[in-house]
């Protein structure tokens, strides 16, 4: 297992590098000039100029690139271009909604998925499995501000039941926090419980009718046991592939939310970033995500064997 574990590690370091590389080049190819924006809309060429050099801007490619990547392994992301605080400042103040929203988001979704995966498979091609199916093509179909503005409007403006939009800190308490984060996390979990949902029904059917399956049954086993020991626990290598692949969803759907409930968040600091061109907190905050979509894959591939004995790398 360690040796799998290490030999897995590795091979993320090229790609690592690769999405770094990417990053940079997608960024400074891009429309605009960080220097433009640096120096402010009154500056004349001269300042421009001065600004440009100061910030390296006038070296070769690889040059920039080089001392981006040193800085980068020295823990240095940069300056914000508007705001002129440290990128891993701004990172480490909204750290704190973006990961409450994500694990929320992750807890829900799994739990409301699976047992909605294993009875849609259980009552197959009944009223059941229908409306299952139903239920995951809309959630999937309707775009998360779609649904984020109307769950704001039935739970929030016509129950008052929730906060229309903000967060608290868990600071504040277990209740507050807790009371912030509900809608958000159901209206951006809504299209992940549909992608799960949907995989596992459909992984749970292929099993379902396996020999060994029908072998079981036969032999009179309680069906329970034929569900959740035989059926669901080799169904389980590709229902985590789908969860570690849908956290680019939620990362992506990560930035419209906050946008939408006003979530001090990563996502939040995102889309403040592009609109402000604001470039080295957008080359760290999408290093970020693309490193954390990374590790979460990892470890997906490290649960395998645990699932599946069979698997080996």
Same mark, same amino acid.
């Given at each position: 297992?360690?040796?799998?574990? %290490?030999?897995?590690?590795?091979?993320?370091?090229?790609?690592? $590098?690769?999405?770094?590389?990417?990053?940079?080049?997608?960024?400074? /190819?891009?429309?605009?000039?960080?220097?433009?924006?640096?120096a402010?809309?009154?500056?004349?060429?001269?300042?421009?100029?001065?600004?440009?050099?100061?910030? @390296?801007?006038?070296?070769?490619?690889?040059?920039?690139?080089?001392?981006?990547?040193?800085?980068?392994?020295?823990?240095?992301?940069?300056?914000?271009?508007?705001?002129?605080?440290?990128?891993?400042?701004?990172?480490?103040?909204?750290i704190?909604?973006?990961?409450? $929203?994500?694990?929320?988001?992750?807890?829900?979704?799994?739990?409301a998925?699976?047992?909605?995966?294993?009875?849609?498979?259980?009552?197959?091609?009944?009223?059941?499995?229908?409306?299952?199916?139903?239920?995951?093509?809309?959630?999937?179909?309707?775009?998360?501000?779609?649904?984020?503005?109307?769950?704001?409007?039935?739970?929030?403006?016509? $129950?008052?039941?929730?906060?229309?939009?903000?967060?608290?800190? /868990?600071?504040?308490?277990?209740?507050?926090?807790?009371?912030? /984060?509900?809608?958000?996390?159901f209206?951006?979990?809504?299209?992940?419980?549909?992608?799960?949902?949907?995989?596992?029904? %459909?992984?749970?059917?292929?099993?379902?009718?396996?020999?060994?399956?029908?072998?079981?049954? %036969?032999?009179?086993?309680?069906?329970?046991?034929?569900?959740?020991?035989?059926?669901?626990?080799?169904?389980?290598?590709?229902?985590?592939?789908?969860? @570690?692949?849908?956290?680019?969803?939620?990362?992506?759907? %990560?930035?419209?939310?906050?946008?939408?409930?006003?979530?001090?968040?990563?996502?939040?600091?995102?889309?403040?970033?592009?609109?402000?061109r604001?470039?080295?907190?957008?080359?760290?905050?999408?290093?970020?995500?693309?490193?954390?979509?990374?590790?979460?894959?990892?470890?997906?591939?490290?649960?395998y064997?645990?699932?599946?004995?069979?698997?080996?790398?």
């Amino acid at each position: 297992m360690i040796k799998l574990a %290490a030999r897995r590690i590795l091979m993320t370091i090229p790609v690592m $590098l690769l999405v770094a590389l990417l990053v940079f080049s997608l960024l400074h /190819l891009s429309p605009g000039d960080p220097a433009v924006v640096f120096a402010g809309d009154q500056a004349t060429p001269e300042q421009i100029e001065q600004v440009r050099i100061r910030m @390296g801007l006038d070296q070769p490619f690889l040059v920039q690139f080089g001392t981006w990547g040193w800085n980068l392994l020295n823990g240095d992301l940069g300056r914000s271009l508007v705001s002129n605080v440290p990128v891993v400042d701004l990172i480490a103040q909204r750290i704190e909604p973006t990961l409450s $929203l994500t694990v929320l988001t992750l807890l829900w979704s799994v739990l409301a998925a699976v047992p909605l995966a294993v009875l849609a498979a259980w009552k197959q091609n009944s009223l059941i499995d229908r409306a299952v199916m139903l239920l995951g093509v809309a959630g999937f179909s309707v775009p998360i501000f779609v649904f984020a503005y109307c769950v704001i409007y039935i739970f929030s403006i016509e $129950l008052r039941w929730l906060p229309i939009q903000g967060y608290k800190p /868990l600071s504040e308490g277990v209740g507050p926090w807790l009371r912030s /984060l509900v809608l958000p996390a159901f209206a951006l979990g809504t299209g992940y419980v549909a992608l799960i949902s949907r995989i596992g029904r %459909a992984a749970l059917v292929e099993i379902l009718q396996q020999d060994y399956i029908r072998t079981a049954r %036969a032999k009179g086993a309680n069906s329970r046991i034929v569900l959740f020991r035989h059926a669901l626990k080799n169904a389980a290598v590709p229902i985590i592939t789908i969860v @570690g692949l849908g956290v680019g969803l939620l990362i992506g759907g %990560a930035v419209v939310t906050e946008t939408v409930f006003a979530l001090p968040g990563i996502g939040r600091l995102t889309a403040d970033a592009i609109l402000r061109r604001d470039y080295p907190v957008i080359q760290g905050v999408v290093l970020l995500f693309s490193f954390s979509y990374m590790l979460i894959n990892l470890l997906i591939d490290l649960l395998y064997p645990l699932f599946d004995p069979r698997i080996r790398y």
